[in-house]
Antibody
């Protein structure tokens, strides 16, 4: 049974860095059969793709966030992580990690982690 | 690829049909395998999205058969044939044609009971 679990601070100050980790069980983040990704959803709004990591090293980012985002993988812990720099209140959202198939279909999601940007 | 859903919200009586449309700004049909890279998700409050339909018309395992997807190219539809109380949720279409460089969602359709 594949499971994903987000972890990280629930409160980040403006201008600082948001950091989240996704722990994966039931599949390997180093597999070249899957993509591992991050999404977010501001309160009361729709879903937004942030970026993907593939084969532990190849990364792809949303053009609107590319200048502030880094996604990385840790195969020894079977985790992948999100860093978003210079955050503002507009980055307040529930952040989801997810797995996609080799075709790109997002088929497994974590439960989500609410991150609030506030001083 | 921009995904546009309509309507934004929908109020339907129990047992009646609900229909949600999704339009992509370019075709999500991959000619080499004749597959539409289009999925539908259901999201209830406080929960992550749940995959309902993939390849535009295939139901995910365990999804009731009152949910169906149709369409090809740029125009797609999610139909709930007989709305049940547990179907109250927000529904999103998503294109994965341009994965891994881009994944985009429609704005969502909120389905409520009349």
């Amino acid at each position: 049974q594949l499971q994903l679990q987000e972890s990280g601070p629930g409160l980040v100050k403006p201008s600082e860095t948001l950091s989240l980790t996704c722990s994966v069980s039931g599949a390997s983040v180093s597999s070249d059969n899957y993509y591992w990704g991050w999404f977010r959803q501001p309160p009361g709004k729709g879903l937004e793709w942030i970026g993907n990591i593939y084969n532990s090293g190849n990364t792809y980012y949303s053009p609107s966030l590319k200048s502030r985002v880094t996604i990385s993988g840790d195969t020894s812990k079977n985790q992948f992580s999100l860093k978003l720099i210079s955050v503002t209140a507009a980055d307040t959202a529930v952040y989801y990690c997810a797995k996609a198939s080799g075709y790109g279909l997002t088929d497994y999601w974590g439960q989500g982690s609410l991150v609030t940007v506030s001083s | 690829i921009v995904m546009t859903q309509s309507p934004d919200s929908l109020t339907v009586s129990l047992g009646e049909r609900a229909t949600i449309d999704c339009k992509s700004s370019q075709s999500v049909l991959y000619n080499s395998n004749n597959k539409n890279y289009l999925a539908w998700y259901q999201q209830k409050p406080g929960q992550p999205p749940k995959l309902l339909i993939y390849w535009a018309s295939l139901r995910e395992s365990g999804v009731p058969d009152r949910f169906s997807g149709s369409g090809s190219g740029t125009d797609f539809t999610l139909t709930i044939s007989s709305l049940q109380a547990e179907d109250v949720a927000v529904y999103y279409c998503q294109q994965y044609y341009s994965t891994p460089q881009e994944i985009t969602f429609g704005g969502g359709t909120k389905v409520e009971i009349k």
